[in-house]
């Protein structure tokens, strides 16, 4: 972790993507305006808020969230760590601790993106919200430590923080909880009086947090918006989904064909386990007299399937390793499941046994938004976490665990399912090294420091030129929207954007209509227009290639013009439009 910090050190931040928008609402908060009524947001307030508060403390700088969150990655690697050395052992904690900070905390897969890791994420909602997560696991497997149903109203109160983080997750924590509640309580004969104890503690905990956002926001909003305001509910989701990019995300351009791949990369997790059968059984054969020779083939066979998958991990596509990950969780969930109602009278292990119940479950969940194309560098990264941290307890606990049982003196097992994982570790080093190697193009903005990568050449050095002479560009005191992104750009040169939105994706446009933003545009005219990144279609272009933001384009290209780079083209990162008189 250390090593990947140093390494990283200020090039975790994208100056285009919508990690803007994470730095930017802080900042005007602190300014006095307010989520939701001044600034439009698709997700809970905690997360901004928080934000503006250590603004408020510490300055505001990108390096003030960012040192945050470099501690908020270690909280979560202790919670991690925690977790699994009571649940199973601190071999396999160490393991998945290792595993969360060399393949999700610094990832970098991508040298134009860079949004998807936990330093500098595309949005603190769902960081935040997987630390409170983990936390409240914790709890819960705390619970069965000291018994004390206080804790349940500490859980409750997390579940809520997580709702005033980011809807989805808040879902998925609530379920698995909700179950392991009622498991443990069926399991431990509670009587009614103590269900409605606990339970009142766990929705008395929820209700704090929630209501005291309620409350606030609603000095602030009409009634009827505050509560799908503060927990980030979209109505219109399945709207949403009809977008290429979210039917890539999710797999469901090609559900069919995806599925067959996560069986098919299934079926490879699966040959790990015939190599360490074909291990065990040819070691035993090789001391029985005229059973060598089959003791010999079974060994061979058993290292070939081994080389094989480690071949496979180290020459797959990265991206590809992880698909069959929904099989291997929802087989944990059934196995785990069946122990718990095996064990129910052991008090030692129920009390092991549950709380990695609910973890999977949680896992389970959280794979439901990317189930059928699970890859890492994309929202991945946060949905696809636990279920790589159950991967590994799978084939790094008790896949060898079984074969210590079965086959005496079979610990080799043990030795080569570390490798393998560490093979898993090497192939995502080896595809996020390069990348921060390649960063060394420094952006100034004041204080603020932007290591980019050098590849990017003249469009990273445009980025640089107008943050340098952005009072000649536009004069002073003038204000811009950055379109469809690029809210950094506001941020780093501390120009405000007179508009509520502030990004103009697919799902922004689709939650708050494009006629909505449209009359925005039209009420408060912004001096000037940045065309950034994916809205560089050229000032002169009637095409306007993206259908859901046509008309707003169509709009901007009609009543501004372009001053700056004299000669805007094609390949520009972003053009400077002003306002038509």
């Not at 939701?36 to 700088?61: E, H, R, T």
């Not at 994420?121 to 409170?132: D, E, R």
Request: hydrophobic share 50%.
């Amino acid at each position: 972790g250390a090593v990947l910090l140093r390494l990283s050190w200020q090039k975790w931040a994208n100056i285009i993507w919508d990690y803007g928008r994470e730095l930017y609402v802080p900042w005007r908060i602190t300014c006095g305006q307010v989520l939701y009524k001044d600034i439009s947001s698709l997700f809970g307030p905690f997360p901004p808020y928080w934000n503006a508060l250590l603004f408020k403390i510490f300055g505001v700088s990108i390096m003030t969230l960012a040192l945050f969150n470099i501690l908020l990655v270690a909280g979560i690697t202790v919670l991690i760590y925690r977790f699994f050395s009571y649940t199973m052992d601190k071999r396999i904690a160490l393991f998945t601790s290792a595993a969360f900070l060399s393949i999700f905390a610094f990832e970098q897969s991508n040298l134009e993106q860079g949004i998807f890791a936990y330093i500098c994420p595309y949005s603190y909602s769902v960081t935040y919200a997987v630390f409170f997560s983990l936390l409240a696991i914790n709890l819960f497997a705390a619970h069965h430590q000291k018994g004390r149903d206080v804790l349940w109203g500490a859980i409750g109160a997390l579940i809520g923080l997580t709702a005033l983080c980011r809807f989805e997750i808040f879902i998925f924590l609530g379920l698995a909880i909700a179950l392991g509640f009622i498991s443990k309580g069926i399991i431990e004969r509670w009587s009614l009086a103590r269900f409605l104890k606990a339970g009142a503690l766990l929705l008395g905990g929820f209700c704090a947090p929630v209501g005291i956002a309620y409350l606030y926001f609603s000095t602030q909003l009409p009634l009827s918006q505050v509560a799908s305001s503060i927990l980030g509910f979209n109505d219109h989701w399945l709207e949403t989904l009809e977008f290429h990019y979210y039917q890539f995300t999710t797999g469901l351009d090609h559900p069919w064909q995806n599925f067959i791949i996560m069986l098919t990369t299934a079926a490879c997790y699966g040959l790990v386990i015939i190599a360490f059968k074909c291990l065990c059984m040819g070691r035993d054969r090789l001391q029985k007299s005229g059973k060598q020779w089959q003791g010999a083939i079974l060994v061979l066979l058993g290292f070939a399937l081994y080389a094989r998958v480690g071949i496979w991990i180290l020459y797959f596509p990265y991206d590809e390793i992880f698909r069959g990950l929904p099989v291997v969780v929802m087989l944990m969930v059934g196995y785990l499941s069946f122990l718990l109602w095996r064990h129910q009278r052991d008090e030692g292990k129920i009390s092991r046994l549950l709380p990695l119940w609910v973890m999977t479950l949680w896992g389970l969940l959280m794979l439901t938004k990317v189930f059928f194309r699970v890859q890492l560098n994309s929202v991945g990264f946060v949905h696809a976490m636990p279920a790589v941290m159950l991967f590994i307890v799978l084939f790094h606990g008790f896949v060898p665990q079984y074969f210590e049982r079965v086959y005496p003196r079979s610990y080799f097992v043990q030795t080569l399912a570390s490798v393998l994982v560490m093979l898993i570790f090497i192939a995502g080093l080896r595809s996020t090294v390069p990348v921060y190697q390649s960063r060394h193009f420094q952006i100034r903005a004041g204080s603020d420091i932007i290591i980019c990568a050098g590849s990017s050449g003249p469009a990273i050095g445009e980025v640089a030129a107008f943050l340098k002479d952005v009072d000649k560009i536009m004069g002073k005191n003038t204000n811009f929207v950055a379109f469809p992104r690029g809210v950094m750009l506001n941020f780093l040169t501390k120009r405000t954007n007179p508009l509520p939105y502030i990004i103009f994706g697919a799902a922004e446009v689709i939650r708050f209509g494009d006629q909505e933003i449209l009359r925005s545009f039209k009420e408060r005219k912004p001096d000037y227009v940045i065309l950034a990144n994916d809205g560089i279609c050229p000032y002169y272009d009637p095409g306007l290639r993206v259908e859901f933001n046509r008309a707003i384009k169509a709009w901007i290209l009609a009543n501004y013009y372009p001053v700056w780079p004299v000669h805007p083209e094609m390949g520009n990162m972003i053009t400077v439009l002003k306002r038509s008189e």
